[in-house]
T-cell receptor, first 111, second 114 residues
């Protein structure tokens, strides 16, 4: 089955710097890659997603890139702000009901 | 608030007792999911449903059962709770299989088995 690995597990950046979180997946049939943000004590919320026919997608300060050949995808956050502090999860779906999540990255943005 | 509620929000139970968690949605979405969240493991799929009375197993289904008698309700039952089932449980819904628009999650149930 699909396996998703996520790195780093913890990331600390200074406010205004960029943050990059990387994920790899094992099943080449995966075709949908969502990213979720979970603030402390809250529910995970979808922040951006990308499909396998697209190499990059941007939404304001957030962008996601996908390299199908290498089977990895990344989340880029620019001009980080304290409210970006949260746990971020990547995930992969092969086209069915089972979305497999990475273990999460705890991002700290220091003011 | 996102059209999905979970109950209870917190529960402490004793080893060996049955426990049922409830997920209720007002979005009329066909697809519902139960995940557990543990440190270092992210979110792992327990069971999912693709319609009334239609359910299937996920990655970590041992010790859990589910039922869906109405579109809006998806129940997760721990038949005989164990300490390894101490976790935060999230219900999620989607209007299509998870490869299209992602999930909307409930607020979670924190379950402690003592």
């Amino acid at each position: 089955g699909e396996n998703v690995e996520q790195h780093p597990s913890t990331l600390s950046v200074q406010e205004g710097d960029s943050a990059v979180i990387k994920c790899t997946y094992s099943d080449s049939a995966s075709n949908y890659f969502p990213w979720y943000k979970q603030e402390l004590g809250k529910r995970p919320q979808l922040i951006i997603d990308i499909r396998s026919n697209v190499g990059e997608k941007k939404d304001q300060r957030i962008a996601v890139t996908l390299n199908k050949t290498a089977k990895h995808f990344s989340l880029h956050i620019t001009e980080t702000q304290p409210e970006d502090s949260a746990v971020y999860f990547c995930a992969a779906n092969t086209g069915g009901f089972k979305t497999i999540f990475g273990a999460g990255t705890r991002l700290f943005v220091k003011a | 608030d996102a059209g999905i509620t979970q109950s209870p929000r917190h529960k402490v139970t004793e080893t060996g007792t049955p426990v049922t968690l409830r997920c209720h949605q007002t979005e009329n979405h066909r697809y519902m999911y139960w995940y557990r969240q543990d440190p270092g493991h992210g979110l792992r799929l327990i069971h999912y449903s693709y319609g009334v009375k239609d359910t299937d197993k996920g990655e970590v289904s041992d010790g859990y059962s589910v039922s869906r008698s109405k579109t809006e309700d998806f129940l997760l039952t721990l038949e005989s709770a164990t300490s390894s089932q101490t976790s935060v449980y999230f219900c999620a819904i989607s209007e299509s299989p998870g490869d299209t628009y992602g999930y909307t999650f409930g607020s979670g149930t924190r379950l402690t088995v003592v």
